[in-house]
Every structure is written in structure tokens, then in C-alpha cells.
């Protein structure tokens, strides 16, 4: 009975050589992948895959190392081990670290091959000396992507060549989200869906490919399924609410992050180190802020602003979505070191000295805000040479998203200053223009990358210049953004109110309420 339970939690791996079969770990997801590895080796390298595919690269390659001791001379491991070291979707690389592995399983390409029992297996170590090979490493992504699809062609029926070439497809984005790369990476996956349900790199790639506002409703399925998939993954967990959050679907998205920050060892507090004080908590917060639940927000700021946690974020959001401009949070002072992040908090500053009403407080923190920008400008240096002298091209591609966010956040601070002082009219023509350029960034998933969304900044602006038309244009065009954000909800209503549009006002403060009142019975 024990053995028929294991085989119903993990998959059965036939050896292409033996025949022998070996069973993964379970709670990370069921893969299969034919290979020469000793029988010792296989429940950790099964395991290391699956942890790959969950982007939980830190136990994956411990998962490689543990199945290299197991089994030296077993190729395979050492391939998982190196392709840990590139994170596609985040467009990180350690090509050194990746090459000093392959190192260790032999000095040069055909050493490495000899090593290999397959002809698949020297297939994928190929691959893999394309990724790690000479040159940028925008032409290699681009170069290994290609050499992935010829490997998934010639192997039809191989889920993870499969898998590892959609994935690979998503990495050679490199100005941003691209439509037609990010479909071409969905059609990849959709067929294998249905005969591999439980694979955690199908599911987990076709969120990647469609969370954005206007592909999520595609990703819905694979989002409630991955989650069930590997329950034991933080990474599975938290990322269903790329999904979640590209539809406001706001109880999901704070269910999948509580559940990812539980398995990171939980929440930070004042006597505990932020173990998860980073990505998942931060958007765990923005999720209690659209439901509403102020007090669980606060206190994830404070604790891990406490321990020393990643809190620049966590604030800004706070005090944006809560519009509390006094308080204990509206008040920490203790700044970051580093330019990005003073960037941030002179920016949440500004913002709250001009809701104040305090224009030399908001001009002294605008000031702060110009200084960083500059040094992070400076920094930021063309990908390709070629591109530094060509019109429109004096940032590399991959920055058009973080340098555009400076140009928006410090424009909006000035048309805010600039409406205060009476020049509406100016501060509203600014806006508009912040919102042109923030339509033509890259999509960013998750909580809005621009910290105050454009649109919506612009509607409140409208609003108080009492052109309630002209803000429900705009905070329309917010919620197509960022679907069901409450604060964009709320404008909309405050603009139907105000232009004498009873019906529409009354169908907003309802969709207002159903979010409150759910995470009321939380």
C-alpha cells in the first residue's frame, strides 16, 4: 500500500539505459526525464529538475550537486546543476559560475559529450555550451532558444525539451515584454497541458506567457492548477497571483502569497529575521491594501522595516493606496543607501508633502529624487555599442522600462507641485504626457510598476480641476491597466458621482463593496 501511495505522489523515471525506474520527492511537481545516471542518483536529480522548473534555483542546484556525488560521472546532473545559474525570465545570468560546472564535468565540449550516454543527453549538453558559450549574452539566449527548438523537434515527445524551450523563448525578450515572443512560448506549452497535468515547468511557463492584463483570463487554468502541483514550492505559490493580479482577483492573490511567505518560514517580526521580507511579502501587502485590510498591511511594513527587511516598496504602497499622509508609516525616516531605492522613498516623500500641502518639503525631497536619477542615468549604459549614436536608442532596451519609470514618477511630482501652485492646466498636460510614455513600456506583471499609475494620477488630478469627463476617461484607462485596483475604482466612482451618473456610481460602490466585504470574512 505505501509503495502504491509514492507512486501516486511522484513520477516513475525509465532509465533510457537500465530500465530501472526511481521515484522523485514529492510536493515539487511530476517530471519525467529519461537519462544514464546511476539508480542512487535519480530521486535527487528528478527532484532538482522539478525544483528548476519552480525557479527554486538554490535547492535545485543543491538537488544536481547531491546526484553528482551519487553518481560522478553522470552528465546530466552537472547540465541541471549549470542551467540553474540563468534565470530567463529575470534576464540574470552567471556565466561564470554556470561555465566552472561544466568545468568540473570535463575541461571542453567533446570531454564533456564523451561523458554522455545518449544521444539526447549530448544533445542537451550542446544546448547548454550555446547558453555558456563566447559572446553576449543577448546573442547566446538568443542562439540557445534556437538550438532548445531543434532539440524539442527532433525529441517530439519529450515534455521537458519542451518546457526548457518556451522558457528559453521568454528569456530572449529583451526589451520587455513581447507579445509575439510570449505566444510563441504559450502555443509551445498549450498542447502539453492536458497529457501533463501535473508537470510543474508546463504550468508554471504559461503564467509567465500570459500574465498581463490583457492574456491572464488564458492563464487561469494553469494558475489554479499550479499551486495544487507543487505545494511544497514558495515560488509555485506565489507565482498563481501573476494571474490573480493581472484580473484584480484580490482573496487569490493574498491566499497565494500568505501560503508562499508560510513556506519561506513566514512573516518577519520584531524578534524574528525577515526570512520572506522581499518579493512574495510585498505583494502580499498590495493585496491586503486592494481588500482593504489596513492593519495587516501596516504591519507587514513596520516588521520588516524593523528587521532591516525590504520595506522601500512596501511603504511607497502603503502610503499611496492607503492616502494616509500622517502616520507612523507616512513618517519612517531611516532612508536607503543605494540610488534606486532613495529614488523610491524621495518619491513616496514628495508625494506626501505635496498631499500635505507642504510645497518646500516636497520641492527638498524632489530634489533628492533628481540626484539619484541621475546617478542611476549615469550608470546605465547601451547593451550594444551599436546602438549609442542611433535616434531613440540612447538607453539599451532591456532599461526602457526602469529609466521611463524616473522620467514618470519625477513628472508626476512636478505636475502635482505645479497643480498646487495653480497651473492645472500645465500639471494635467504633463500627466497626459506621462501617460503616453508609460503606454509605451513594456508590460511589467504584478503591482503596478509605476508606483502611482499615470492614468490614475491623472483622473485625481482632473477631478480637483472639476473635469469629471475627462477623469472617467482616465481612470478608465487605469483599470484596463490594472484591472478592479480599488483606487482607480474609486476615482471612477468619485468621477460618475461628479458628472451626474447615478447608475454608473452605484455600480462601482458595489464592486467596491464585494471586495471589502469578502476580505471582511477573512
Same mark, same amino acid.
Not at 500500500?1 to 539505459?17: E, F, G, K, P
Not at 561544466?102 to 561523458?115: C, H, I, M, S, V
Not at 502580499?284 to 489596513?294: A, C, D, I, N
Given at each position: 500500500? $505505501?509503495?502504491? /501511495? #509514492? %507512486?501516486? *505522489?511522484? +513520477? +516513475?523515471?525509465? *532509465? &533510457?539505459?537500465s530500465g530501472r525506474a526511481e521515484a522523485q520527492r514529492p510536493g515539487v511537481g511530476q517530471v519525467s526525464f529519461p537519462n544514464s545516471g546511476a539508480a542512487a542518483a535519480q530521486q535527487d536529480f528528478l527532484t532538482g529538475l522539478a525544483q528548476l522548473h519552480n525557479f527554486e534555483y538554490g535547492p535545485a542546484a543543491e538537488l544536481f550537486r547531491k546526484a553528482q556525488q551519487a553518481d560522478p560521472n553522470f552528465a546530466m546532473a552537472y547540465w541541471g546543476e549549470a542551467l540553474t545559474h540563468t534565470h530567463p525570465v529575470w534576464m540574470q545570468q552567471d556565466a561564470a559560475a554556470a561555465r566552472a !560546472? %561544466?568545468? $568540473?564535468?570535463? /575541461?571542453?565540449?567533446? /570531454? #564533456? %559529450?564523451?561523458?554522455?550516454?545518449?544521444? #539526447?543527453e549530448k544533445d542537451y549538453l550542446r544546448a547548454i555550451d550555446v547558453l555558456y558559450g563566447d559572446g553576449a549574452k543577448e546573442a547566446r539566449d538568443i542562439a540557445y532558444a534556437e538550438a532548445m527548438d531543434s532539440l524539442r523537434r527532433k525529441y517530439a515527445d519529450d515534455v521537458d525539451a519542451a518546457a526548457l524551450t518556451a522558457v528559453a523563448l521568454l528569456g530572449t525578450a529583451h526589451a520587455g515584454r513581447d507579445f509575439a515572443i510570449y505566444m510563441r512560448a504559450a502555443a !509551445?506549452?498549450?498542447?502539453?497541458?492536458p497529457s501533463h497535468p501535473k508537470h510543474p515547468g508546463i504550468a508554471h511557463y504559461l503564467i509567465h506567457s500570459y500574465d498581463d492584463p490583457i492574456h491572464a483570463p488564458l492563464g487561469l487554468r494553469a494558475a489554479r492548477a499550479y499551486s495544487k502541483i507543487a505545494p511544497s514550492a514558495a515560488h509555485a505559490q506565489h507565482m498563481c497571483s501573476h494571474i490573480f493580479v493581472a484580473m484584480g482577483m484580490w482573496d487569490d492573490v493574498v491566499a497565494a502569497n500568505e501560503a508562499a511567505v508560510t513556506l519561506m518560514g513566514g512573516a518577519a517580526t520584531p524578534n524574528r529575521p525577515p526570512a520572506a521580507c522581499g518579493h512574495y511579502p510585498f505583494w %502580499? /501587502?498590495? @493585496?491586503? *491594501?486592494?481588500? @482593504? #485590510? +489596513?492593519e495587516a498591511a501596516r504591519t507587514m511594513v513596520k516588521n520588516c522595516q524593523a528587521t532591516g527587511g525590504a520595506w522601500i516598496g512596501m511603504r511607497t504602497r502603503y502610503v499611496l493606496d492607503t492616502e494616509e499622509w500622517t502616520g507612523e508609516i507616512a513618517s519612517l525616516t531611516t532612508g536607503p543607501p543605494q540610488p534606486a531605492g532613495v529614488f523610491t522613498y524621495e518619491f513616496t516623500n514628495a508625494f !506626501?508633502?505635496? $498631499?500635505r500641502g507642504d510645497l518646500t518639503a516636497a520641492r527638498a525631497a524632489q530634489a533628492k529624487m533628481q540626484q539619484a536619477r541621475k546617478t542611476i542615468e549615469a550608470a546605465s549604459k547601451p547593451a550594444d555599442p551599436a546602438h549609442a549614436g542611433m535616434p531613440g536608442m540612447s538607453m539599451p532596451p532591456a532599461d526602457a522600462g526602469p529609466i521611463g519609470r524616473l522620467r514618470i514618477l519625477s513628472d508626476e511630482i512636478t505636475a502635482m507641485i505645479r497643480h498646487k501652485e495653480g497651473a492645472s492646466a500645465e500639471a494635467v498636460d504633463l500627466l497626459r504626457k506621462a501617460a503616453a510614455l508609460e503606454d509605451t513600456l513594456p508590460f511589467e506583471f504584478g503591482p503596478p510598476f509605476i508606483d502611482k499609475p499615470s492614468y490614475e494620477l491623472l483622473g485625481e488630478i482632473l477631478l480637483e480641476a472639476n473635469q469629471p469627463k475627462e477623469a472617467r +476617461? &482616465?481612470?478608465e484607462k487605469a483599470l484596463s491597466r490594472t484591472p478592479e485596483r480599488t483606487q482607480a475604482l474609486a476615482g471612477l466612482m468619485k468621477a460618475a458621482a461628479q458628472s451626474g451618473d447615478t447608475k454608473k456610481e452605484a455600480e462601482i460602490r458595489a464592486r467596491l463593496a464585494a471586495i471589502r466585504h469578502s476580505a471582511d470574512k477573512k
Open positions: 500500500m $505505501r509503495h502504491a /501511495t #509514492r %507512486l501516486l *505522489l511522484a +513520477v +516513475v523515471c525509465v *532509465l &533510457a539505459l !560546472i %561544466l568545468q $568540473r564535468l570535463g /575541461t571542453n565540449p567533446e /570531454t #564533456r %559529450l564523451a561523458k554522455a550516454k545518449t544521444d #539526447r !509551445i506549452l498549450e498542447p502539453w497541458f %502580499l /501587502t498590495y @493585496g491586503y *491594501l486592494q481588500q @482593504g #485590510r +489596513v !506626501i508633502a505635496v $498631499r +476617461v &482616465a481612470f
